[in-house]
DNA sequence: GCTCATGTTCCCCT
DNA sequence: CAGGGGAACATGAG
């Protein structure tokens, strides 16, 4: 599930639910806290007050003014607000506080939760992020083209070069960009990055108020799972291809 | 049983 | 060094 606009998604939930309010105690998996213990969570945490939540790329950002929460959601995890403070086995970690609780939940626990003590702790966990994919300016973006010689998905997917994108995100703004994803950096003109660069900010944007990348069929992420799926554009067959390790989807007639 | 899944990391090649 | 391929992680879903 999480790429930028469900991170993104996560960081509204977590602002109104959770922003402003006063940690009264942790509940967490062992597993899932991956550079302390469930315990040193909850000591650090217990009575300080979160404070607006961020998001660089894929990672959310949980300040208390002290130490920083670092959540990373994988490909499965999620964030939600319980009323009732249940023990529900699918729960990875919670956050009791006055209401409620915070909680995370990652089905196969591919991400987990960091704690940063201070702000350099903070700046080591993600200091091989890149630019968050939403704000990047297009003179930066153009920057991070330069000198790529690999394929054009592999260098959006890099989140070292721009943090954000999924594999969902890329095959939808390349299929927009009407761009091949096997394409080499190298080998796209002036025209075709800029035109990259303005798709990946449409799709960012109409994604985002949706907390997810969305499935209407007029969007190639609806056509994906489909058997002998063909395109929203020219009616074409899509066609899948591995590409940088993942699955890509898109269209041979129309992206070049 | 098999393959695949919206992510990241690590190892081995070229 | 930069990239690509593949495996691993954990747990289903089809």
Redesign the pocket.
Known sequence: ???LP?VEGFRRTFRRRAAGKQVRSVRAKD?IVRNTSPQGLGTALKGRRFGAPERR??WLICPTGGPTVLM?F??TGKITWSLDNGRHPRIHAAFEMPGGELQYRS????GGIWLARDDDELAELLA?VGPDALRIREGTFMEMLE?????IK?MLMD?SAVAGL???TCDELLWRARIDPRRRVADLDDRERARIYRKMRDVLHAAIPEG??PTSPSWLTGRRDVSDATCPRCDGRLRRA??????SVFCPACQH
Request: charged content about 30%; aromatic content about 0%.
């Open positions: 599930m999480p790429e469900d597993d790329g894929k990373h994988g490909m089905h196969r626990k591919l091989d000198g790529q010689r690999g394929s592999a989140q999924g594999n969902l997810r990348v591995t590409i940088a390790g993942r699955t």
